[in-house]
């Protein structure tokens, strides 16, 4: 590849990039990352509460994937360990209490370019290596992770704070489950509203694309080595 087709696919991908992740999510066909197969649909949100937002956008601490399935049997803890099964950048760390779920922690290579994460469920001195990145853990010194869900097959729905763990939550067509980070410690934990620029996770082909603009790079740099 010459130099000038290298410039101009390089100019093409950042573009590609930034309109992937710069999409606010105000209904349910804004979501663009999707995970599973079937006629229903349902989302996940994320809420770090961390004040980093997603890449392009003043605002969007708050992160939302798709999940899809057939059959009534799905429930809100299968859609986020799918979830976390296809996205390589979600890392999640959820406690089993014999079939009852609680989540720990929730992290994210929010910039793209790599981390990792350490949970430390005993003590809550867990962190993540790369400090652009999303990461929260907490049950009892840190905060905890609240869990709320909403109901709508189009808008933004509005959101309550969940009757039921994650294990107990029957999905349906049109479910939102949005986990918020709340810092609070002592009572009444209350958790807060789910913030209200939601951007949507990139779909895997813009990963994909980062991955071969940073191949590009490499090669770019080892010819003018060479
Ligand atoms: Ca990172
Ligand atoms: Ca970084």
């Not at 989302?43 to 009534?72: C, S, Y």
């Not at 097959?153 to 049109?174: E, K, V």
Request: aromatic share 12%.
């Amino acid at each position: 590849m010459n130099w000038r087709a290298f410039a101009g696919l390089a100019v093409w991908l950042s573009c590609s990039l930034t309109a992937a992740a710069g999409t606010i999510v105000t209904n349910i066909d804004d979501v663009s990352y999707w995970v599973g197969s079937g006629p229903n649909r349902a989302v996940l949100i994320i809420d770090w509460q961390d004040g980093k937002n997603a890449p392009g956008e003043t605002a969007g601490q708050a992160l939302a994937w798709g999940f899809r399935w057939t059959g009534a049997t799905a429930t809100g803890e299968d859609m986020m360990r799918a979830i976390a099964a296809a996205d390589p950048r979600l890392f999640i760390d959820v406690m089993d209490f014999g079939g009852f779920g609680l989540v720990f922690g929730l992290a994210y290579d929010l910039d793209g370019d790599g981390g990792n994460f350490t949970f430390d469920p005993e003590q809550e001195n867990g962190f993540a290596s790369d400090p652009d990145d999303h990461f929260r853990e907490g049950f009892v010194e840190n905060g905890f992770w609240g869990y709320k869900n909403g109901q709508s097959t189009g808008a933004l729905p509005s959101f309550a704070d969940a009757s039921f763990g994650f294990s107990q939550r029957t999905l349906s067509n049109g479910s939102w489950d949005a986990w918020v980070f709340s810092i609070e410690v002592d009572p009444p934990f209350t958790i807060p509203q789910v913030s209200p620029a939601l951007a949507a996770v990139p779909e895997p082909s813009s990963a994909a694309l980062l991955t071969l603009g940073g191949l590009l790079g490499l090669r770019r740099i080892k010819r003018h080595r060479g």
